[in-house]
């Protein structure tokens, strides 16, 4: 008899790193693999969905305007029971830090099925931040029967919590497949009227890029004054770059940017890119200043540098390498990082040639064999 999957994701990020799992349980012919999507994001999941060719054998369509935790962690629960009732799976896949991944974690235990925790073991150790992904991820790990960690230190942090080392694998990280599957995909195709031709038209590739995205709940307010403020700083003392900042349409964000950056020249401010083209510009970029957490793991397989606007973060193993700066939203710090990247060649290459500390792109084959095995 088969082994029954079911895996469950709702927003985009995890959509882009479960991706490469459904399709690796999809062309293993020894297993039957379902797939539930929560939709907590709707247009912006459909798209990678689109991109990656998946249809969900389940949607449960619960994103709400001004939806709260509260009802977002019942609605999937209570919504995820008929789904569980009528697939019966063996195993529940869940990923990250996510409302969906915790929430379908506690629904997939009440049904008995065992429980795998993709991205799993991740920690900054403080419930508040980032809020309230580490202690959703805290949660999952508590739920899971399986971790797939993406690194050793990531394992290290679940041992330390008390599970069992037979239960965990270190796979390195999906999103690594996800990117180079992608990357290879938005420079094989061609994209009519799409946002990739849009950016193509809009920027001067022979100018140095710099990316920048910015969206943490943590640095709304004056986190978020002071990079704005920074990138209004670099920008004018360096005339010959195009800083491109796709701009969240949250208002705490898209408000205080376009107020502060909107007349800048050499900055041009974008709405949220699609996944292909998002992928394409990152590796079109010089280098990059985010406060994104798969930003930290996918530019280093591309050789882009990442200063990061956050004090403290779930992925040490970056910093460690190189491969990523903590600059928090310190303004003097993002200036004076970014220029050092944008004037002194031996240090950028120095960052952009180091190792990817999140894998090389077989993450989810791992996680088969190791599942094939049980």
């Given at each position: 008899m088969k082994k029954k999957n079911l895996i469950i994701f709702g927003t985009r990020p995890e959509a882009i790193k479960m991706a490469p799992l459904v399709k690796a349980f999809k062309e293993d012919t020894t297993f039957e693999t379902y797939v539930c999507v929560t939709a907590q994001h709707r247009e912006m999941l459909d798209q990678v969905l689109e991109f990656y060719e998946i249809t969900p054998d389940f949607d449960l369509d619960l994103m709400k305007p001004n939806q709260n935790l509260y009802s977002l962690t019942a609605d999937i629960i209570t919504h995820l029971k008929p789904v569980l009732e009528e697939v019966k799976p063996d195993y529940v896949y869940v990923h990250g830090d996510t409302t969906t991944s915790t929430a379908s974690g506690i629904a997939a235990f009440y049904s008995g099925a065992k429980v795998c925790h993709v991205e799993a073991g991740l920690r900054t150790h403080n419930r508040q931040y980032p809020f309230p992904e580490e202690f959703n991820r805290q949660l999952t790990g508590k739920i899971a029967d399986y971790h797939f960690a993406p690194t050793t230190l990531s394992k290290d942090n679940l041992l330390r919590e008390n599970v069992s080392e037979k239960n965990i694998l270190v796979t390195g990280n999906t999103v690594i497949d996800a990117l180079l599957f992608g990357i290879e995909k938005v420079n094989t195709t061609t994209f009519e009227d799409s946002e990739i031709k849009?950016?193509?038209?809009?920027?001067?590739?022979?100018?140095?890029?710099?990316?920048?995205?910015?969206?943490?709940?943590?640095?709304?307010?004056?986190?978020?004054?002071?990079?704005?403020?920074?990138?209004?700083?670099?920008?004018?003392?360096?005339?010959?770059?195009?800083?491109?900042?796709?701009?969240?349409?949250?208002?705490?964000?898209?408000g205080p940017v376009h107020d502060l950056l909107g007349d800048e020249k050499n900055i041009i401010l974008i709405a949220p890119l699609a996944y292909p083209a998002f992928i394409w510009l990152m590796e079109k970029s010089h280098s990059i200043i985010t406060d994104s957490g798969g930003i930290q793991e996918e530019a280093p397989s591309l050789g882009k540098p990442v200063l990061v606007t956050r004090t403290t973060t779930e992925r040490p193993e970056a910093v460690a390498e190189g491969t990523v700066i903590l600059v928090g939203t310190n303004k003097d710090k993002i200036v004076e990082y970014t220029n050092q990247l944008l004037s002194n060649e031996q240090q950028y290459n120095a960052m952009s040639k180091l190792h990817n500390p999140y894998g090389d792109g077989k993450a989810a084959q791992k996680i088969v064999d190791y599942i094939k095995a049980l």
């Amino acid at each position: 008899m088969k082994k029954k999957n079911l895996i469950i994701f709702g927003t985009r990020p995890e959509a882009i790193k479960m991706a490469p799992l459904v399709k690796a349980f999809k062309e293993d012919t020894t297993f039957e693999t379902y797939v539930c999507v929560t939709a907590q994001h709707r247009e912006m999941l459909d798209q990678v969905l689109e991109f990656y060719e998946i249809t969900p054998d389940f949607d449960l369509d619960l994103m709400k305007p001004n939806q709260n935790l509260y009802s977002l962690t019942a609605d999937i629960i209570t919504h995820l029971k008929p789904v569980l009732e009528e697939v019966k799976p063996d195993y529940v896949y869940v990923h990250g830090d996510t409302t969906t991944s915790t929430a379908s974690g506690i629904a997939a235990f009440y049904s008995g099925a065992k429980v795998c925790h993709v991205e799993a073991g991740l920690r900054t150790h403080n419930r508040q931040y980032p809020f309230p992904e580490e202690f959703n991820r805290q949660l999952t790990g508590k739920i899971a029967d399986y971790h797939f960690a993406p690194t050793t230190l990531s394992k290290d942090n679940l041992l330390r919590e008390n599970v069992s080392e037979k239960n965990i694998l270190v796979t390195g990280n999906t999103v690594i497949d996800a990117l180079l599957f992608g990357i290879e995909k938005v420079n094989t195709t061609t994209f009519e009227d799409s946002e990739i031709k849009m950016l193509n038209e809009t920027l001067d590739f022979s100018k140095k890029i710099v990316l920048v995205t910015g969206h943490r709940r943590e640095n709304h307010g004056e986190g978020l004054l002071n990079i704005c403020t920074a990138l209004k700083e670099i920008s004018a003392k360096n005339p010959d770059i195009q800083i491109v900042y796709p701009v969240h349409l949250n208002p705490n964000v898209k408000g205080p940017v376009h107020d502060l950056l909107g007349d800048e020249k050499n900055i041009i401010l974008i709405a949220p890119l699609a996944y292909p083209a998002f992928i394409w510009l990152m590796e079109k970029s010089h280098s990059i200043i985010t406060d994104s957490g798969g930003i930290q793991e996918e530019a280093p397989s591309l050789g882009k540098p990442v200063l990061v606007t956050r004090t403290t973060t779930e992925r040490p193993e970056a910093v460690a390498e190189g491969t990523v700066i903590l600059v928090g939203t310190n303004k003097d710090k993002i200036v004076e990082y970014t220029n050092q990247l944008l004037s002194n060649e031996q240090q950028y290459n120095a960052m952009s040639k180091l190792h990817n500390p999140y894998g090389d792109g077989k993450a989810a084959q791992k996680i088969v064999d190791y599942i094939k095995a049980l």
